[in-house]
């Protein structure tokens, strides 16, 4: 149940669980949707390098985010030669 008191939201600890839950639920069925109805694709460092390269950026560095399974990519545009 959530209460708002003067513009600020307050979460009770067991709907904080229930939405935890929830929210690796939904974070789950979006990696599906994605893999599977836009034709995604998991990639390892070095496919990400050849398809940052192909699209003119070099990849700066991957950091992972703790606690998750997902990684911050960092690309910038190559140098014009």
């Not at 209460?3 to 979006?30: C, F, H, P, T, W």
Request: hydrophobic share 45%; with cysteine; aromatic share 4%.
């Amino acid at each position: 149940m959530r209460e708002q008191a003067g513009g600020i939201g307050n979460v009770k600890g067991s709907d904080v669980l229930v939405e935890m839950a929830m929210g690796y639920a939904r974070s789950a069925m979006s990696d599906l949707n994605m893999l599977s109805v836009t034709g995604g694709k998991e990639r390892n460092a070095a496919e990400w390098r050849q398809l940052l390269f192909h699209a003119r950026f070099e990849l700066r560095r991957i950091v992972a985010v703790p606690g998750e399974s997902a990684c911050i990519i960092e690309a910038a545009p190559m140098a014009l030669t």
